[in-house]
């Protein structure tokens, strides 16, 4: 490359900048130090299992703790509880309707076969 061509600043980029030494993490203050692990029985006594249930249930704590923080999780909340019933009413609405047309079928059923019977006896009683 011809010396025409270099850049001024190219001469002053190889210059190396000054570095900051570190530190051991030892020497540095406030360091802790991770112990060693040793195996055989851990130090910390180990907490007795939790049944199923009980864990759904402090999960369950948590989850609705963090969620009614904001207005988005109550409003959530409210949708969720709104769109509930309304499935569950729909569903009461729905075997009421099929209920009343079950009635209303074996009235018209019920009704038939009395006047099948009637007209069956009425021409037996004719001569």
């Not at 570095?19 to 130090?33: L, M, N, S, Y």
């Not at 249930?57 to 989850?63: D, K």
């Amino acid at each position: 490359m011809p010396p025409s061509s270099r850049s001024p600043l190219e001469g002053a980029a190889r210059v190396a900048l000054p570095t900051r030494k570190r530190e051991t993490r030892q020497a540095r203050k406030g360091a802790t130090v991770a112990r060693k692990r040793v195996a055989g029985p851990s130090p910390i006594p180990r907490k007795l299992p939790v049944s199923p249930f009980a864990e759904v249930q402090l999960v369950t704590a948590r989850e609705l703790r963090k969620s009614f923080r904001s207005v988005k999780g109550i409003v959530l909340a409210a949708v969720s509880l709104a769109g509930g019933a309304a499935v569950a009413m729909l569903f009461a609405w729905l075997d009421r309707v099929q209920r009343d047309h079950r009635q209303i079928n074996a009235a018209s059923e019920c009704g038939r076969r009395q006047s099948m019977a009637i007209e069956q006896g009425q021409r037996g009683a004719r001569p």
